[in-house]
């Protein structure tokens, strides 16, 4: 499946879980969702993102990342361990719980 605009790649990536695709190309315009989706094929976040269970936890992994690394932990954190993507948000663990991330590594 090509997605053209990306986004949070939902569509994509529920195909993916529901086994009714192999694989999801993503492509958008905004650099900050391009960033975390190139992140998530390098497996820069997916090593990251399953081992924290707070804020605080997110937090310190985001300090210890490198400046060109944060953009796509920003998106991560903002579009699906938040709400809608703002920035004063609270962590959710019903997102969390998901665990969408499973799919993640079949994104190209």
Do not use: H
């Not at 924290?52 to 490198?66: D, R």
């Amino acid at each position: 499946m090509i997605n053209l605009f990306a986004g949070s790649a939902a569509i994509g990536l529920r195909l993916m879980f529901n086994d009714k695709v192999d694989e999801v190309i993503l492509n958008d315009i905004n650099s900050d969702l391009m960033t975390f989706w190139n992140d998530v094929k390098t497996n820069n976040i997916i090593n990251k993102y399953p081992k924290f269970n707070s804020v605080e936890e997110a937090k310190n992994i985001y300090n210890s990342l490198p400046k060109f690394g944060k953009k796509g932990w920003e998106t991560l954190f903002q579009n699906r361990l938040g709400w809608s993507g703002r920035e004063n948000t609270t962590f959710s663990i019903t997102r969390y719980e998901l665990k969408y991330y499973d799919c993640l590594e079949r994104v190209k």
